[in-house]
């Protein structure tokens, strides 16, 4: 069979859109042992309020990115994850940070095939409990 007279197959494009990788780094991060929550700041507030709305009229159940915001890039393989978060004053700030990078990371790219360029961190608040400090 020449290529001229070979089946045309269908072109087919998968699309994972930023909310969808939000999401995946949001449940990964909030698992990280030493985080207290994912803080979502003024503009991550006022995005996730119009993205819940959204979905609500959709008739879907949003899942929770507050904190953290996705960016596809040009290239729709270059993705990289920004997250806000509030931690323990019981654990070292830089290597819970690091782990929530590694955490973020792996699960991106399990569950999307993607690997982030690059996954930044932002330490919004440390909680200290108990008046160790």
Known sequence: MTREQAPAR????TVISPPVIAAVAAHAAARVPGV???????????????R????????????????????????PTDVRVEIDLSLSGLDQ???????????VGKAVTEATG????????????????GGLL
């Not at 269908?10 to 494009?13: C, R, S």
């Not at 993607?114 to 409990?129: C, G, Y």
């Open 36 to 50: 207290v929550r994912l803080e979502p700041g003024l503009r991550g507030l006022a995005g996730s309020l119009t």
């Open 10 to 13: 269908p072109l087919t494009e």
């Open 93 to 103: 700030a830089a290597a819970t940070a690091q782990a929530v990078q590694r955490a």
């Open 114 to 129: 993607l690997t982030p360029s690059a996954v930044s961190v932002s330490i919004l608040d440390i909680e200290i409990r």
């Open 52 to 75: 819940i709305a959204r979905q609500r009229i959709k008739g879907l159940e949003p899942a929770p990115t507050e904190g953290v915001r996705a960016f596809v890039e040009h290239d």
